[in-house]
């Protein structure tokens, strides 16, 4: 039996943009030697699935992409997109794969927020038991359109990073991400947590760094990064990840009170 529940599997296109063209910088994915990444809890249609298979695609050409379904309805359905690289598949957390392969990189995205807390650690720890050595889980939420995204790389060692990622035109409040947190993290937004203070300080040089909307919205991300950095958030460097409206902060900065691997 797959492990897990079937939930609603609202999906759509361009939805997983920010998080597919993270993943293509990764240099699990871009190092490994025959990648294999899976798409867990891919919905209702193809779409994500082969999205990703085509964004990786251009990095790595010889890419595989399997989509895993625990709604045995959906792996019909989806069945008949199957194309050179892209196949789709019965299964679960366990994340069953051909030949008992490994994978390199395991997305779940919009599965674990339809589950309860306390389930997290559990599913974690199966799929990341799939991982091959360096492999990477990339696990969080985004909203309908993709515009509000958040996610955590777990590997073999635990959690690494947490990931925010918004499109910027229009943003009024980067803390708009809490209503999209990882699952472990989204009811942690509450004083005497760390994921709470650093919402706020976010809003805080967002705020600070207003004037700079006059040279466009990235300029302003920019500074509100470093704006972080110099307040001693472990906010990983990187100019050309922070003009996309992307921040990546360590996970330890971020995790909740008293977790531990
Ligand atoms: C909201 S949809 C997300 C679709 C897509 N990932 C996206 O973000 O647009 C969640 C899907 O995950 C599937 N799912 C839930 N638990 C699962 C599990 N343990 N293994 C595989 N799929 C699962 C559900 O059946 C559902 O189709």
Not at 174 to 195: C, D, M, T, Y
Request: proline share 6%.
């Amino acid at each position: 039996m797959p492990i897990g529940s079937i939930t609603r599997g609202t999906t759509g296109t361009n939805r997983l943009r920010r998080v597919d063209r993270w993943i293509a910088q990764l240099p699990a994915f871009r190092r490994a030697t025959d990648p294999l990444v899976v798409d867990l809890g891919y919905g209702a249609s193809a779409t994500t699935t082969l999205e990703l298979h085509q964004r990786l695609g251009r990095v790595r050409p010889k890419v595989e992409v399997v989509g895993l379904e625990i709604d045995p309805a959906r792996v019909k359905l989806a069945a008949i997109s199957a194309r050179p690289g892209v196949r789709f598949t019965l299964g679960g957390f366990e994340v069953p794969l051909p030949g008992g392969r490994s994978a390199t990189i395991i997305r779940a995205l919009n599965v674990l927020r339809q589950y309860r807390e306390s389930e997290v650690f559990a599913a974690w720890y199966h799929m990341v038991s799939r991982l091959e050595p360096g492999g990477v889980l990339v696990e969080g939420t985004c909203n309908e359109v993709g515009s509000v995204a958040s996610w955590v790389d777990v590997a073999a060692d635990g959690p690494r990073t947490l990931t925010v990622s918004l499109r910027l035109a229009d943003l009024e409040r980067p803390s708009i991400v809490a209503e999209r947190l990882p699952k472990v993290l989204i009811h942690r937004n509450v004083p005497g947590e760390r994921v709470h203070e650093f919402l706020l300080d976010l809003d805080r040089h967002w705020q600070l760094n207003a004037s700079l909307s006059a040279y466009g919205p990235s300029q302003r991300w920019i500074a509100t990064a470093k704006g972080l950095v110099e307040a001693g958030w472990p906010v990983q460097a990187g100019r050309s990840r922070w003009k996309l409206g992307e921040l990546t902060v360590d996970w330890a900065a971020v995790a909740p009170r008293g977790f531990a691997w």
